[in-house]
């Protein structure tokens, strides 16, 4: 048997890195950022709710565009757009710059905040970044669903949280490259050159993909029986029925697809959790800027160490149902026992104020445990679909279900900078913490929490397997 299908699953991982490059650089750049353009939490806020609400919008379309489209053009144009709208953050400085008649980055910074010009370059510059990152989420909507759908056509049910977990982790490997590249790139040529250099990488894949993909059944590639065990679930269900193989030719209109409860589990196991991995991916730097003074460079290590651990649950959290499917449960049940387990872990998040007081190091390996495992939770979710929808339906499904978590990171995001800004200026009080500390506070026991009761839901809306037959 020719093994194509782990080649399949190195590209959609390279994908997957080169998506969370372009996502995590304006978090890592937002501490100097913040200085440059007078951005208050408030502000840095709107721009990341602004690419949450724009990228769950269209996520709801982009999968259903790439279920009509198909995988290798759907998910070449997905890419493009997300590279193109990632260089073209580099150009916010300079129509900052040009609509202020001010000369460069420099006078930019020197003008004291609170004025009414230091408003202005506020103003601007948010609307310009805001503008990027809607360019850029339309694009990387397209990621998870042409990633899941292509899941769906090179691996059966039982490798697919397996492979998911692999393809995932390049989630981790993107935020662990970008901390170690981006705030040194900005160091030594600017912080625009960081844009451009993850933009490019994405044109480099896109060209790749175009050579690598076909389908299973038409790439020379894959042999017969590297095929047929592909295949082995459509044969498996026609065996029991005594018909023919089913494949793709089960059809769900995109209105029907928000009938079937299982839909709406997936949809609100994202929404109930998505927000959490989002809130973490883009105020983890400024969480460490804002509680230990560090700046773009010190903070680097940091979030490489917590992105490093979150390997662990991409990888082998999507190998754990396997334990249970081995043993005679089926796949949703394997997955839905491994997946409560997971959902335990994040609750150590709630210790990461507290024990703060004694080392950074602390709260950054307990936010990196509650991190993989999200990530864990995250392969065996979008697994989920795949067991109980048909092969057609399973980018629409994603889209719905990953708008949910756009939605989700929109509220999150949005809600945390205002959160921050009042609690520092009341100087609120919570829980023993003061001022911001209370803040991060009420956040981190918001995401504690959030798996299990995403679990519960899951749970009592599809108690059972119950796949999708039309």
């Not at 602004?50 to 995988?71: K, W």
């Not at 990152?133 to 899941?151: H, Q, Y």
Request: glycine share 8%; with cysteine.
């Amino acid at each position: 048997m020719t093994h194509y299908r782990w080649a399949i699953c190195a590209m959609l991982f390279f994908a997957t890195t080169v998506n969370y490059l372009d996502r995590q650089v304006l978090s890592l750049l937002q501490p100097d950022l913040a200085q440059e353009f007078h951005w208050s939490e408030s502000d840095y806020g709107t721009i990341t709710a602004v690419f949450s609400l724009f990228y769950a919008v269209a996520v709801l379309f982009v999968g259903r565009f790439i279920d009509r489209l198909g995988i290798k053009k759907g998910y070449a144009i997905a890419i493009s757009i997300w590279s193109l709208g990632a260089i073209i953050h580099s150009l916010c400085g300079v129509t900052t710059e040009w609509i202020t008649n001010l000369p460069n980055a420099e006078a930019l910074r020197s003008v004291v905040s609170g004025t009414d010009v230091a408003a202005q370059i506020s103003m601007i510059s948010v609307l310009a970044f805001s503008f990027c990152r809607c360019v850029l989420a339309l694009g990387e909507a397209g990621n998870f669903p042409a990633a899941i759908k292509s899941t769906a056509e090179y691996f059966p049910k039982r490798d697919r949280a397996f492979a998911t977990g692999i393809f995932n982790s390049g989630a981790n490997i993107g935020a662990i490259v970008a901390p170690l590249s981006v705030p040194f790139i900005a160091k030594w040529w600017g912080w625009e050159v960081a844009f451009i250099a993850v933009g490019v990488l994405g044109f480099i894949w896109m060209g790749l993909w175009l050579f690598v993909y076909k389908k299973p059944e038409e790439n020379p590639s894959v042999n017969a029986a590297e095929l047929e065990y592909i295949k082995q679930d459509a044969e498996a269900e026609a065996d029991v029925a005594g018909n023919e193989p089913e494949g793709d030719e089960v059809k769900i209109t995109f209105l029907q697809c928000w009938r079937y409860r299982q839909t709406w589990a997936f949809a609100l196991g994202k929404f109930l959790t998505d927000g959490v991995w989002w809130f973490f991916l883009f105020w983890t730097p400024a969480y460490l800027k804002s509680q230990y003074n560090m700046s773009g460079t010190d903070i680097a290590l940091p979030i490489a160490v917590l992105y490093s651990i979150t390997v662990i649950g991409s990888v082998f959290g999507g190998k754990f149902p396997t334990y249970f499917i081995n043993k005679g449960m089926d796949p949703y049940s394997g997955r839905m026992r491994a997946m409560l387990i997971i959902a335990i872990f994040p609750i150590m998040i709630l210790f990461a104020q507290p024990l703060g007081t004694f080392s950074y190091w602390l709260p950054v390996l307990l936010i990196a445990i509650g991190c993989s495992a999200h990530q864990a939770w995250s392969a065996n979710i979008y697994s989920t679909v795949s067991d109980m929808f048909p092969k057609s339906a399973v980018g629409s499904i994603v889209g719905i279900g990953t708008m949910a978590g756009g939605v989700s990171s929109f509220l999150i995001n949005k809600s945390s900078g205002v959160l921050f800004d009042y609690s520092e200026e009341t100087n609120l009080e919570f829980c023993g913490f003061v001022g911001k500390e209370s803040g991060y506070f009420i956040i981190f026991a918001i995401c504690a929490f959030a798996y299990l009761i995403g679990w519960c839901v899951m749970k009592i809306l599809v108690p059972r397997y119950s796949p999708i037959r039309a």
